[in-house]
């Protein structure tokens, strides 16, 4: 059984870039969700994408946006970057609509200066 | 989604059971307990979960008294790599569309 993936593990970023995060959700998991997590803080939800399609959304801006393939891989785009957007960023895969448990890659730590 | 409340941090000794409860007064009948236990620069892995009463599994044990107020993640005779961030979610089993976000937890230091 393959576990959640996550590319790349580190990235660092200028203000105003765009940047695309990469996730492989386990095998046979068809439901992808994002977490953004600051510093000492827990994972705040950013969306679920279900069936290639987005399930669900946080409360974050328009410039997160996200893709969900027919594989079930996934993709968080951040759109004009700035400094408070550097985070962990953590991908969950589950199977199906009942997300609980979530299965998590170890994500992607995003420096933006 | 059900707001919870943990305490921030904790310190135990390698050996002892270690209690944190979690506190969630406005939990809805559909709404689930889950916890998640989380190292640095790891994601987050589920522990356990539980609706009511008491659920145990390999590593830990869930007590949810019938006014599922509160619930209490009991971890047995801790060793140090059970040092930790661990997390009480309270949401629908199905969250789809829901917003299942992580509060702050708990900071467990085991010690020698």
């Known amino acids: 059984e393959t576990g959640v993936t996550q590319s790349p593990t580190h990235l660092i970023k200028t203000r105003g870039q765009q940047v695309t995060l990469r996730c492989s959700s386990q095998?046979?998991?068809?439901?992808v969700s994002w977490y953004q997590q600051a510093l000492g803080q827990g994972p705040q939800f950013i969306f679920q994408y279900y069936r290639e399609e987005e399930n669900g959304r946080g409360n974050f801006p328009p410039r997160f946006s996200g893709l969900q393939f027919p594989n079930y891989s996934s993709e968080l785009n951040v759109n004009a970057l700035e400094l408070d957007d550097s985070a962990l960023y953590l991908c969950?895969?589950?199977?199906?609509?009942?997300?609980?448990?979530?299965?998590f890659g170890n994500g992607t730590r995003l420096t933006v200066t | 989604l059900a707001k919870t409340t943990q305490p921030i941090s904790m310190d135990s000794y390698e050996g002892q059971e270690v209690n944190i409860t979690c506190s969630h007064n406005n939990i809805a009948t559909n709404d689930y307990i889950t916890w998640y236990q989380q190292f640095p620069s790891q994601g987050p892995r589920f522990i356990i979960q539980g609706y009511k009463t008491k659920v145990t599994n390999e590593v830990a044990s869930l007590f949810i008294p019938a006014d599922r107020k509160s619930s209490t993640l009991s971890l047995p005779r801790v060793s140090l790599s059970d040092t930790a961030v661990y997390y009480c979610?309270?949401?629908?089993?199905?969250?789809?569309?829901?917003?299942?976000?992580f509060g702050g937890g708990t900071r467990v230091l085991v010690k020698p």
């Open positions: 979610l309270v949401g629908p089993r199905s969250a789809a569309g829901n917003k299942l976000t």
């Open positions: 095998s046979g998991h068809n439901t």
């Open positions: 969950a895969s589950s199977f199906g609509q009942e997300s609980s448990p979530l299965h």
